[in-house]
């Protein structure tokens, strides 16, 4: 079993819908979940963390944290062709300082 | 300010070359990572520096030498390197306080490409 999972895609919506992207971890343990944009050719772009269980909300992006099921989710509101990129879930594994990737969802808004 | 700085954008080194890549960030963090990402791929560990202290290293091949001469600054000298080793170079910083959650940013990375 992978550390991170994700569905890779692509995921397809349409432009002004909700876009919603999981991610499932291994390792129980884990406290801090990032999600992290990167389009292709560049560097990823933290978009948002989340610590502790529920939602957490900025702007048009929610990110939900389940760490009993051990499942992370960004739902993006209000989707623009802008927010096509790949979305790279991340998790704090082991301890200290070390960013486990999942392999990235490929998100794609369509006009 | 979150912003991580990595020269150059490009490399393009045979395999008996020796280069470096250089990462700088004037954020005050205390913790440097590199990273390597192929295409389509997500980003992998290699190195974590803490204080300017190796404090990981993901079984690296030795043709690949990190070096943090100070607290802002991040190496990665370059040695002997092999075709599939073209990939995206990526250090990131992070504050790295003491029993706290850290956050870790990244720079534009550096694209190798290995002739």
């Known amino acids: 079993q992978k550390e991170v999972e994700q569905n890779s895609g692509p995921l397809s919506v349409p432009e002004g819908a909700i876009a919603s992207l999981n991610c499932t971890y291994s390792d129980r343990g884990s406290q801090s979940f990032f999600w992290y944009r990167q389009y292709s050719g560049k560097s990823p772009e933290l978009i948002m963390f989340i610590y502790s269980n529920g939602d957490k909300e900025d702007g048009r992006f929610t990110a939900q944290l389940n760490k009993a099921s051990q499942y992370v989710s960004l739902l993006i509101r209000d989707s623009q062709p802008s927010d096509s990129a790949t979305y790279l879930c991340?998790?704090?594994?082991?301890?200290?300082?070390?960013?486990?990737f999942g392999t990235g969802t490929q998100l794609k808004v369509e006009l | 300010d979150t912003e991580v700085t990595q020269t150059p954008k490009h490399l393009v080194m045979g395999m008996t070359n020796k280069k470096s890549l250089k990462c700088e960030q004037h954020m005050g963090h205390r913790a440097m990572y590199w990273y390597k990402q192929k295409a389509k791929k997500p980003p992998e560990l290699m190195f974590v520096?803490?204080?300017?202290?190796?404090?990981i290293n993901e079984s690296v091949p030795s043709r690949f030498s990190p070096e943090c001469p100070n607290s802002s600054l991040l190496n990665l000298h370059l040695h002997a390197l092999q075709p599939e080793d073209s990939a995206l170079y990526l250090c990131?910083?992070?504050?790295?306080?003491?029993?706290?959650?850290?956050?870790?940013?990244f720079g534009p990375g550096t694209r190798l490409t290995v002739l």
């Open positions: 990131a910083s992070s504050q790295a306080p003491a029993g706290g959650t850290d956050t870790q940013y």
């Open positions: 991340a998790v704090v594994t082991g301890g200290g300082n070390k960013l486990t």
């Open positions: 520096y803490s204080y300017e202290k190796l404090s």
